[in-house]
């Protein structure tokens, strides 16, 4: 070895020195460090399907290996173990009968459920009876069912209620968005969105607000849409309402003017009678008039 003369070499020398050492390193990393891993296929499952828990990078003909619940080779919690000599397969405590194990190392769980979810380990004894031990995930989520949106007023007034529309139940790991009228939502201070965007406040209602009000819920698995939901805002009965007594009063406000001079139409009629009881034509048509005018 040269030691280095001065500040320049120094810096110069090793740096050249370093990179041939990094490049000798990475070709002569020996192939027996290959590490064993194990991938869930696919990483985010469904609840119902199938998923694979695939050993990568298993010792070549190993004696044997054991699935488990949990993060270690714990007995009480093996699936199953495989022995490779005779091909057998002997089931532990925690087997659902939902696993099967391939002779190249890999785990298939069939018809998840989420209580499926969480670490499997895979313990590779190899034919110096030594260990490898791995540990893999699995996240198992709920298909998310169509969700109804519910409202905690089914009559608000207008200008008085405010009311919050609620995207489907509770589920976790769900995101959640809403459309007005097929439109995202607009910005106004009178829409606040919960958090988690699940509950969608519409403060003090007006007859503008009845959407229809659309909500998606998407989880890693799924998206579901909900159908139109519209909210019957009262203005609109208030207002018929209203009408129809406005008819009303008119209506009684014109007998009330008509039926007087109908009956003063009458008692002229009949006045004029009496003094010309010759009787006038004219003035007997305009009498039966009125009547005539009230329908
Ligand atoms: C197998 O091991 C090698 C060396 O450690 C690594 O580079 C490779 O990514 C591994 N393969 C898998 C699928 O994990
Ligand atoms: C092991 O076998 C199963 C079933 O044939 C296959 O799906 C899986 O990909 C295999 N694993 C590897 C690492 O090749
Ligand atoms: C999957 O599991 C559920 C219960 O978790 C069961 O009702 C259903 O019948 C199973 N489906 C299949 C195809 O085994
Ligand atoms: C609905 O919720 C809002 C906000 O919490 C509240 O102001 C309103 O009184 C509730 N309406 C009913 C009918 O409970
Ligand atoms: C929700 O996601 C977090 C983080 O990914 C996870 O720890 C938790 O178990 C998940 N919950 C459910 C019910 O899937």
Known sequence: ????????????????????????????????????????????????????????NVTKIPLGYGWYRGERGDNTQ???????DNDATVYGPVYSGREALYPNGTLLIQNVTQKDTGSYTLLVTKKDLQTEIQTGHLHVYPVLPTPVITSNNSNPREHEDTVVLTCGSETQNTSYMWWINSQSLPKSTRLEL??????????????????????????????SRSDPFTLDVLWQENSRALGVGAITGIVIGLLLVLTPLALLGYFIFLHRQMEEPSGDRFTLEAGLQAPLVLQ
């Open 78 to 84: 093996l699936i199953a173990s495989y022995r490779v």
């Open 1 to 56: 070895m040269e030691p280095p003369s001065g500040p320049a070499s120094r810096r110069h020398v090793p740096w050249s020195r370093l990179l041939l050492a990094v490049s000798l390193l990475t070709f002569w990393t020996p192939p027996t460090t290959a590490q064993l891993t194990v991938e869930a296929v696919p990483p985010l499952a469904a609840e119902g399907s199938d998923v694979f828990l695939v050993a990568h």
């Open 194 to 223: 919960s958090e988690d965007k699940r509950t969608l406040t519409v403060v003090t209602v007006t007859r503008n607000d009845p959407g229809p009000y659309v909500c998606e819920a998407r989880n890693p698995v799924s998206v």
